[in-house]
């Protein structure tokens, strides 16, 4: 009789692990230190560097970045102080680099 009772609700789903992407051959995990405008920002990164880095069109309206968020760059072949925004992480995934020592050189400048 009450059948619309559970909607809208989430269903109790059991815990499923993500795995968490690592950067690749030229790319570098970094820290974003303030938003420029334009779809720009500076980045701070793990290889000691500070990049001016900008979100491709593709990923501009899905991915909303703030100060502090971490993510994967990938710095331009002929400009290494310029580079792209490629993925975004989770802040369960954040502290799984930590507990790892991904993010080891980040922290100590904290």
């Known amino acids: 009789m009450n059948k619309k009772k559970n909607k809208g609700k989430k269903q109790d789903q059991p815990y499923k692990p993500t795995r968490v992407r690592l ?3 030229d790319e570098v995990i ?7 405008g334009g779809s720009r920002m500076m980045i701070r990164c793990v290889d000691g560097k500070s990049r001016n880095c900008k979100v491709p069109g593709r990923l501009r309206r899905k991915l909303w970045l703030r100060e ?4 994967i760059v990938r ?14 992480y989770y ?3 954040v502290n799984w680099l930590k507990r790892k020592g991904y993010l080891k050189k980040i922290q100590e400048e904290f």
Not at 68 to 71: A, K
Request: hydrophobic content about 30%.
């Open 30 to 36: 970094g820290v974003i230190d303030q938003r420029v």
């Open 75 to 88: 710095p331009w072949d002929f400009d290494d102080e310029k580079a792209e925004v490629l993925y975004k």
């Open 68 to 71: 502090g968020d971490t993510v």
């Open 91 to 93: 802040p369960s995934q």
């Open 23 to 25: 950067p690749k051959d």
